[in-house]
């Protein structure tokens, strides 16, 4: 698989997106309800493409301004730093034109489904003058069509709100944020990194928002006068809300065409990847709190999005924690039986996770999210972790929850060597991650 580099350069630069970050004052807002925007792929609006939005004046200054309340350079930003900018050009190398002909596809900068999600692939219909496919995910995939803001948003007096109201993506809601980039970091029914596109050569998908954003990186900046106009969304928040909305858009894919597509077994990136690919020299079977139940050599599920929601529980709904824990059982040992069982087995566990919303809407004191970092090492020590998926979102996880209680700085050394741990997929040891996450544990 290909995925090991692009591992280290993530961790790489993570540590830096995340010094900037760190600095950041972050305050907990107020929380906005979720909005059921349309993903700008779908809405009605016409794109007019980047170059609308990159003039010297708009979005495309060499530097930082002032004069406005943004930022004004996100295009060089977007540009120079975000792989966005390249996601297009990505279908171009000889890496995708493999994958492409595995699949039998003439080409991948053409294909339909490989475009779903490198580039901006809105219909030629919605297609302004200056729209370029190239652009990759450009402004508008994220932002929404511009036809109706694009002149207004500048006049003075324009709220957000109005923007909004013209057809302007909110981004800025984090549940909807997390939506746009889960509808391609871990797809949707209409677009989906099939095993199918795997086995041709595409490397394996994971995300969590919070992470993710600092790794971008930023091209806005949380600051008062933000906070004014939308409301800062903090670390913490930010991280559960994502976790939340992960959780949400795992179970629904659950229950889908993919459940039942796919001849004899349901589509198989629906799986933990690692619970088929690993040596067989790996010995190391053994059951945790989460798979229990299951027999050894079962095929198991990605739990990857399920599995955080545990110790947040413990804190912040404890009634809940122990249902969550036979719900998510349940989910690992139904894909043993039958694909009905599935199904039913992810509408129990929604149905506890929407109630959990109420209690991960409230947020968490300072304190509670101290014990929630403790309850995520203190499981990442006794190995509930083991699946590599797992291990991939705790470590996030600690990072997130670090910053949460101003203690990154103090223990960044630790952090680091816990990212070591799982920064290759194939080199990934259980034991290893335990071990650093419980010397992290013992620091704190
Ligand atoms: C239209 C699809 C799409 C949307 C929406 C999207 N992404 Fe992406 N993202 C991609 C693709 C494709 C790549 C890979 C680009 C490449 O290297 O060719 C990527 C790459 C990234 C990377 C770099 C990953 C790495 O390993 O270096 C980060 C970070 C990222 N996205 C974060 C986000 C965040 C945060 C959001 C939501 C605000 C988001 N993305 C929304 C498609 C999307
Ligand atoms: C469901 C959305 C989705 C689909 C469909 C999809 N990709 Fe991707 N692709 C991504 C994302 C997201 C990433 C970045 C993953 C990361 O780094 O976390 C990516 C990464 C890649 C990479 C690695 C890029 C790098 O910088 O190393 C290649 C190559 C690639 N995709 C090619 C393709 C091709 C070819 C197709 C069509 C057959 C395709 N993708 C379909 C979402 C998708
Ligand atoms: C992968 C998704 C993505 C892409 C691509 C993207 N943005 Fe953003 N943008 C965001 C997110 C997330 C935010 C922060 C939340 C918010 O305020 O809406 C943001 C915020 C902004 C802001 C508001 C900053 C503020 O202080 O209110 C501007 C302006 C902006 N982006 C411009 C651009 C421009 C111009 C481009 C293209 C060059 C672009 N964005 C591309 C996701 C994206
Ligand atoms: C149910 C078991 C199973 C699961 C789960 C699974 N795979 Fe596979 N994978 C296979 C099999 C079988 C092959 C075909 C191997 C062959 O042809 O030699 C394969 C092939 C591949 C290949 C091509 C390797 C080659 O020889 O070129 C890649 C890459 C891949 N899988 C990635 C993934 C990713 C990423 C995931 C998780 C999203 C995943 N797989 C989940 C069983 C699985």
């Known amino acids: 698989m290909t995925t090991h580099n692009r591992g280290s350069t993530a961790v790489a630069s993570k540590r830096l997106a995340r010094a900037v970050l760190g600095a950041v004052c972050l305050i907990a807002a107020g929380l906005h309800g979720a909005t ?15 170059a609308s939005c990159a003039s010297g004046v708009c979005h495309g200054s060499a530097t930082e301004r002032s004069s406005t309340n943004v930022l004004q350079n996100e295009y060089v930003t977007w540009t120079r730093l975000d792989g966005h900018a390249n996601a297009y050009r990505t279908l171009l190398t000889e890496e995708s034109q493999r994958i492409a002909r595995n699949l039998g596809l003439p080409n991948a900068h053409e294909a339909g489904i490989c475009l779903d999600c490198h580039a901006d692939n809105v219909p ?41 109201d013209r057809g302007l993506y909110p981004t800025s809601n984090v549940e909807a944020r997390a939506q746009l980039c889960l509808s391609c970091h871990l797809g949707t029914e209409d677009k989906f990194a099939t095993h199918r596109i795997m086995g041709a050569g595409h490397p394996r998908l994971a995300f969590e928002l919070s992470t993710f954003s600092a790794l971008q990186p930023p091209h806005w900046a949380f600051d008062d006068d933000y906070d004014q106009r939308k409301g800062i969304v903090s670390e913490f928040d930010t991280w559960t809300r994502g976790l939340m909305v992960a959780a949400r858009e795992s179970i629904g894919l659950l229950q889908g065409p993919l459940l039942h597509g796919n001849g004899m077994f349901p589509e198989i990136a629906l799986f933990d990847c690692h619970s088929c690919h690993q040596p067989m020299s790996n010995l190391d079977w053994q059951p945790t709190v989460l798979t229990e139940g299951l027999e050894p050599g079962a095929i198991r599920l990605n739990d990857a999005n399920f599995v955080l929601l545990l110790p947040l529980a413990e804190v912040l709904a404890r009634p809940l924690h122990d249902r969550l824990l036979e719900r998510i059982r349940g989910l690992n040992q139904s894909a043993a039986r039958s694909r009905d069982a599935v199904a039913a087995a992810s509408r129990q566990l929604a149905s506890v996770v929407d109630e959990l919303e109420s209690a991960i809407s409230r947020g968490a ?15 990442a020590a006794r190995g509930d972790y083991r699946d590599y998926v797992a291990a991939e979102q705790a470590a996030m996880a600690m990072d997130v929850l670090l910053i949460s209680i ?28 335990a071990a650093a996450a419980d010397r992290l544990r013992r620091a704190l």
């Open 36 to 50: 059921a925007a349309d993903l700008p792929q779908y809405d009605n609006y016409v794109h007019q493409g980047v």
């Open 124 to 164: 030629v219909e919605r297609r302004g003058p200056d729209f370029q496919i190239s652009d990759g995910v450009g402004c508008e995939a994220c932002h929404g069509g511009a036809e109706n803001w694009l002149s207004s948003h500048t006049a003075p007096g324009t709220r957000h709100q109005d923007n909004l």
């Open 365 to 379: 004191d300072r304190e509670a999210r101290q014990r929630i970092l403790e309850g995520v090492l203190t499981r």
């Open 406 to 433: 101003d203690r990154w700085e103090d223990y960044k050394d630790r952090m680091d060597a816990i990212f070591a741990t799982v920064e290759d997929d194939e080199a990934y040891r259980p034991q290893t991650f």
